[in-house]
């Protein structure tokens, strides 16, 4: 099967060949752009997160609650997150401390995985009965 001809940046000031997404490399939009903080999110100040993860870190000894690993000690490498243990989409508390607890960045991915997965089929499911995706 041919490709189609390669076209021009979405851009209209721009004359280069788009790359992907319709624009060029020039052109990308930004990632994560216009997305909100968490106070717009879930309500709470960025002082009152690094509190909380303060207390969490203090209480679970610094430890990620789901492999128990120690915070590493470099510090190039990423520290441990806050986390909701059960997501706020799925009923988790924003600020409870029963619901936070510290995940390493391993840990932290497959976890991030798993909700979106779990998300996308909230979202489809409610498209298949026909209500809004909000």
Excluded: F
Excluded at 103 to 125: M, N, P
């Amino acid at each position: 099967m041919p490709y189609a001809p390669p076209s021009r940046c979405a851009d209209p000031q721009c004359s280069l060949l788009a790359t992907k997404r319709g624009r060029c490399d020039e052109h990308q939009p930004i990632a994560w752009a216009g997305r909100d903080d968490k106070q717009a999110r879930y309500g709470v100040s960025s002082g009152t997160w690094r509190k909380l993860k303060r207390r969490v870190a203090q209480r679970d000894n610094g430890c990620c609650y789901s492999c128990g690993a120690a915070q590493p000690e470099d510090l190039n490498e990423p520290g441990h997150v806050l986390d909701h243990i059960t997501p706020i989409a799925e009923g988790g508390s924003t600020t409870s401390m029963d619901n936070l607890g510290l995940l390493c960045t391993d840990c932290d991915t497959i976890k991030s995985r798993a909700e979106a997965q779990r998300g996308t089929q909230r979202a489809r499911a409610r498209r298949a009965r026909g209500q809004r995706t909000t």
